[in-house]
């Protein structure tokens, strides 16, 4: 078995490279490619525990995922994501499950429904891989994103309810929704917490070297002690991820500039083995469909599959309609309840806007109308997004492994050969809607002209307002320091701070430049300042410019994808002082 892993990995990474630099779709390759060795007699059957394959590869990436997510955008389309990941998993479990039920009663109604939990939750991989290729707005990937993150959660709630029905047990519709939000409510807290400690462990120490590793190790922790202790491990992942990311420009550069390509690594190596294992139970699942029943079986699959495809497209768009409104009749509300303010502060009424005004005044933010509907509208879908939602319906490893555990999850209770046509189902629904939804996205994409052209000329508009703040704040460093470092270093010490300067200020964006200008100011003052005031001067204006970063994206006047791309910039102009520095310490010694 190990060796047969080594073999997979190897070969999923190959493939999975190619694909990278032909630029293709990664996932849909490597399934292609497994597919068709597993088509060759010699190559034998990979068999690995769902439960472990669960466990193994869900927490880090979902961790990953949720690092990169902006959790400003992330809370901002929660109502959609919401919708989604918890409103469509339990609708297509629904609608799945009466099909099933309706093409192969023997299943029973409570098997049926384990059917469409475990068919339920689209996996956003491949969909955001093709989507960052082809550039779709943010708000589209935030949604996929997003939903990626949460409806896993659902849908194994919803899988451990229906086994336990199917094993015998009694469970009632109230006892289902306890069970959900004990697991919502425990698992988010229960990943706070590991949030928390996380994040305070990242900033108390300065090696990322350990600390990277502990990123690497605490998602598993947290994900396991959620499910021992009956929350949600997935949540309680995602909920540490949120916090860690939101929090992690407060943390030292370094571990920043090392975390993302550790994770991108980490990503394609678990992303690859999943993709290859799915592709490679190709012959199992046609071993175990056989002759007997096998019309029936094909029947209820493309049923299935049939629905699944159909169920998204519907949902999407209602559920959005709705979801305006609703929103729409919130803002409604708001303004009414600001008119009762403005007429009489004391009116009950106006309670709520007295709240939320003092709230926002103590984060520097106003209480209007337009921070009243960026607070309220999720962000607009037009109709061509909301086709590339609709078509977004992958699934993935979490399919196919509930899927392999079917036989833990239910016992003795559900017949052998119920639990191999539900496999062979849930197969069916994972590789087409990889190839089917996943080779026509692109396709898609490119002529419903989605793109995000709006977001970049937003987004050029915001980098050239902070840009002017930055100068603004920067300056203000400056002038604090001078007078500071005059009555240090005397008129000699000013002359170097005046040049040292001049030089922040007119490159700021050029990340060798400070150490360039730290080099030569260095050699200028003998008997002035030393090279490590030049670098704590340095570093102090690259710091007041990251403070002001993060004062604007919390007054939500700058996007958290904008600010993560200008806080990577100055991580760099920060690692050319510290480069610069131990060369020149090398030298010396």
């Known amino acids: 078995m190990d060796a047969e892993v080594f073999y997979v990995l190897v070969g999923a990474l190959a493939v999975g490279a190619l694909a990278r630099w032909r630029g293709w779709p990664a996932p849909l390759v490597i399934t292609v490619a497994a597919i068709l060795v597993s088509l060759i007699p010699a190559i034998p059957t990979l068999d690995i525990d769902g439960h472990l394959l669960l466990n193994l590869t869900l927490p880090p990436l979902l961790y990953s995922a949720a690092l990169e997510v902006s959790f400003v955008g992330f809370a901002r389309s929660l109502p959609h994501i919401r919708r989604l990941g918890m409103g469509l998993v339990l609708v297509t479990a629904l609608v799945v499950g009466l099909v099933a039920w309706w093409i192969m009663p023997e299943l029973g109604f409570a098997g049926a429904l384990l059917l469409g939990a475990i068919v339920g939750p689209p996996d956003a991989v491949s969909a955001?891989?093709?989507?960052?290729?082809?550039?779709?707005?943010?708000?589209?990937?935030?949604?996929?994103?997003?939903?990626?993150?949460?409806?896993?959660?659902?849908?194994?709630?919803?899988?451990?309810?229906f086994a336990a029905i199917v094993a015998g047990a009694t469970v009632t519709v109230w006892d289902g929704l306890?069970?959900?939000?004990?697991?919502?409510?425990?698992?988010?807290?229960?990943?706070?917490?590991?949030?928390?400690?996380?994040?305070?462990?990242?900033?108390?120490?300065?090696?990322?070297?350990?600390?990277?590793?502990?990123?690497?190790v605490v998602p598993f922790g947290a994900y396991a002690i959620a499910e021992h202790l009956g929350g949600s491990g997935v949540l309680a992942v995602v909920a540490m991820g949120l916090y860690v990311g939101f929090h992690a420009p407060r943390t030292d550069y370094t571990t920043r500039l090392q975390e993302r390509p550790l994770w991108q690594s980490a990503d394609f190596l678990l992303e690859s083995f999943v993709f290859a294992y799915i592709g490679l139970q190709f012959p199992r699942v046609l071993s175990e469909l056989g002759a007997r029943d096998a019309g029936v079986t094909i029947a209820l699959a493309l049923a299935v599959f049939a629905v699944v495809l159909a169920v998204r497209p519907v949902f999407v768009y209602a559920s959005y309609a709705w979801g305006r409104m609703w929103q729409r009749i919130r803002i409604m509300r708001w303004k009414h309840a600001q008119e009762a303010f403005r007429r009489n502060p004391d009116d009950p009424r106006a309670a709520i806007i007295r709240k939320r005004r003092d709230k926002l005044a103590a984060r520097g933010i106003e209480l209007n109308e337009r921070n009243l509907r960026q607070r309220i509208l999720e962000p607009a879908l037009s109709v061509q997004e909301r086709a590339v939602v609709s078509w977004a319906g992958m699934r993935g490893v979490v399919t196919l492994a509930m899927a392999a555990a079917l036989p833990d999850l239910t016992g003795d209770a559900m017949p052998e050969s119920h639990v191999q046509k539900l496999v062979v189902v849930a197969f069916v629904v994972t590789v087409?809607?990889?190839?089917?939804?996943?080779?026509?996205?692109?396709?898609?994409?490119?002529?419903?002209?989605?793109?995000?052209?709006?977001?970049?000329?937003?987004?050029?508009?915001?980098?050239?307002?902070?840009?002017?703040?930055?100068?603004?704040?920067?300056?203000?460093?400056?002038?604090?320091?001078?007078?500071?470092?005059?009555?240090?270093?005397?008129?000699?010490?000013?002359?170097?701070f005046d040049r040292m300067a001049q030089s922040l200020?007119?490159?700021?964006?050029?990340?060798?430049?400070?150490?360039?200008?730290?080099?030569?100011?260095?050699?200028?003052?003998?008997?002035?300042?030393?090279?490590?005031?030049?670098?704590?001067?340095?570093?102090?204006?690259?710091?007041?410019?990251?403070?002001?970063?993060?004062?604007?994206?919390?007054?939500?006047?700058?996007?958290?994808?904008?600010?993560?791309?200008?806080?990577?910039?100055?991580?760099?102009?920060?690692?050319?002082?510290?480069?610069?520095?131990?060369?020149?310490?090398?030298?010396?010694?």
């Open 432 to 496: 087409g809607t990889l190839l089917l939804q996943g080779l026509t996205l692109a396709p898609l994409i490119r002529a419903l002209g989605v793109g995000a052209d709006e977001e970049h000329r937003q987004d050029a508009t915001q980098v050239r307002a902070i840009q002017a703040r930055s100068q603004e704040v920067g300056k203000a460093y400056l002038r604090a320091r001078r007078s500071e470092w005059k009555e240090r270093f005397g008129p000699g010490g000013a002359e170097v």
């Open 128 to 161: 955001a891989a093709v989507g960052r290729k082809l550039g779709l707005p943010r708000r589209v990937m935030t949604v996929l994103s997003g939903e990626s993150l949460i409806n896993d959660a659902t849908s194994l709630t919803l899988v451990r309810v």
């Open 178 to 216: 306890w069970a959900f939000a004990v697991a919502v409510v425990l698992g988010v807290a229960i990943g706070l917490v590991f949030g928390i400690v996380l994040h305070q462990l990242r900033v108390r120490l300065d090696d990322p070297v350990v600390v990277g590793t502990a990123g690497l």
């Open 505 to 589: 200020l007119k490159v700021e964006r050029d990340t060798d430049r400070a150490g360039q200008v730290l080099e030569t100011a260095d050699g200028a003052a003998p008997v002035g300042p030393t090279y490590e005031d030049l670098v704590a001067l340095s570093k102090g204006w690259l710091e007041a410019r990251r403070t002001m970063l993060l004062e604007e994206r919390d007054r939500g006047n700058l996007g958290e994808e904008v600010m993560r791309e200008l806080m990577t910039a100055i991580d760099a102009e920060e690692l050319a002082i510290d480069t610069r520095g131990a060369v020149r310490d090398f030298a010396r010694d």
